[in-house]
């Protein structure tokens, strides 16, 4: 079974500063997508950013980029210019990539603080 | 917005009780996937609706059960409420399946079992 693991339950930063959240997973498949979720006061869940396994670039999204690590099978987000709207909870998810399967495992979630 | 909607957004039950929650699709998308968030926690995977039939469940008892309609709008429904079946639930869709489609979330239910 995939599992996904965030080992930081809390994180602070100054705004206009940068910050790094991390997640490592494990599973024996080797096409597969990950996820940055956020998850504001709101509730909804809001796509971050996505990356392709079988994809070596990085991808990035505006201040929003990863550092995906297949062999290690870790997958960081870093927020660059962190702004007080980027206060919320982030969530790594993970999905195989078969046909038909939308299931997505998510890790445990890290709390972003943004200290003005 | 993601167009995809959720309700009641909060509902208490006693335990014992049968509740169900409903969830609107984004227009276009046929697939359906529901996840139960306790708190402190991150979302687990229920199951999953495609065109109306369930293609895949994570591990959650068989008195959680669902149904997808037509117009792929969809329905959770849980008997015999227990304690720890107070949880956030979600509703997310995707115009599925597929490997490069997306998952769209609704703000979810706040289900609280006294």
């Known amino acids: 079974a995939q599992t996904v693991t965030q080992s930081q339950p809390e994180m602070s930063v100054q705004e206009a500063e940068t910050v790094t959240l991390s997640c490592t997973y494990d599973?024996?498949?080797?096409?597969?997508?990950l996820f940055w979720y956020k998850q504001p006061p709101s509730r909804q869940m809001i796509l971050v950013i996505r990356?392709?396994?079988?994809?070596?670039q990085n991808a990035t999204e505006n201040r929003f980029s990863v550092n995906f690590q297949k062999a290690a099978k870790s997958f960081s987000l870093k927020i660059s210019d962190s702004q007080l709207g980027d206060a919320a909870m982030y969530f790594c998810?993970?999905?195989?990539?078969?046909?038909?399967?939308?299931?997505?495992?998510f890790g445990t979630g890290t709390r972003l603080t943004i200290i003005p | 917005e993601t167009g995809v909607t959720q309700s009641p957004t909060h509902l208490i039950k006693t335990r014992g009780q049968q509740v169900t929650l409903r969830c609107s699709s984004q227009?276009?998308?046929?697939?359906v996937s529901w996840y139960q968030q306790a708190l402190g926690q991150g979302p687990q995977f229920i199951f999953q609706?495609?065109?109306?039939?369930?293609?895949g469940r994570g591990n959650f008892p068989p008195r959680f059960s669902g149904l997808q309609f037509p117009n792929y709008s969809s329905e959770l429904n849980v008997n015999a409420l227990e304690l720890d079946d107070s949880a956030l639930y979600l509703c997310?869709?995707?115009?599925?399946?597929?490997?490069?489609?997306?998952?769209?979330f609704g703000q979810g239910t706040r289900l609280t079992v006294v």
């Open positions: 998810a993970y999905r195989m990539a078969n046909f038909g399967n939308e299931k997505l495992t």
């Open positions: 599973t024996s498949e080797s096409d597969y997508y």
């Open positions: 990356q392709e396994a079988y994809k070596q």
């Open positions: 227009s276009g998308h046929n697939t």
């Open positions: 609706y495609y065109r109306e039939e369930e293609n």
């Open positions: 997310a869709s995707n115009r599925g399946p597929g490997a490069e489609t997306e998952a769209f």
